[in-house]
Nanobody, 116 residues
Framework: QVQLVESGGGLVQAGGSLRLSCAAS????????MGWFRQGPGKQRELVAV???????NYADSVKGRFSISRDNAKNTVSLQMNSLKSEDTAVYYC??????????WGQGTQVTISS
């Protein structure tokens, strides 16, 4: 059974930094993309950043230049370094893994709260 375990959320002041990590346990055949989504209060879940197996990345416009995604293919982990955090970054952040066979996995979510 596949599980995605997230860590690193918390409360930080505006302008601060946080680093989220996600570790996939169990067997996932042929991981394609690993990424992070978020859902703010009263908002729909949205893509934050994604990285494919070749290392290509894609970011939401709202986080470009502030967030950086990385992955370790050998360990099946993905991290999100978040700098210059803003109040609008407050959300539950979800780890997402998609395989080349069409399977999609989600973490349980980790709360990130930015105080102004």
């Amino acid at each position: 059974q596949v599980q995605l375990v997230e860590s690193g959320g918390g409360l930080v002041q505006a302008g601060g930094s946080l680093r989220l990590s996600c570790a996939a346990s169990g067997t996932i055949f042929s991981i394609n993309t690993m990424g992070w989504f978020r859902q703010g209060p009263g908002k729909q879940r949205e893509l934050v950043a994604v990285i494919n197996s070749g290392g290509s990345t894609n970011y939401a416009d709202s986080v470009k230049g502030r967030f950086s995604i990385s992955r370790d293919n050998a360990k099946n982990t993905v991290s999100l370094q978040m700098n210059s955090l803003k109040s609008e970054d407050t959300a539950v952040y979800y780890c997402n893994v998609q395989s080349n066979f069409g399977f999609v996995y989600w973490g349980q979510g980790t709360q990130v709260t930015i105080s102004s």
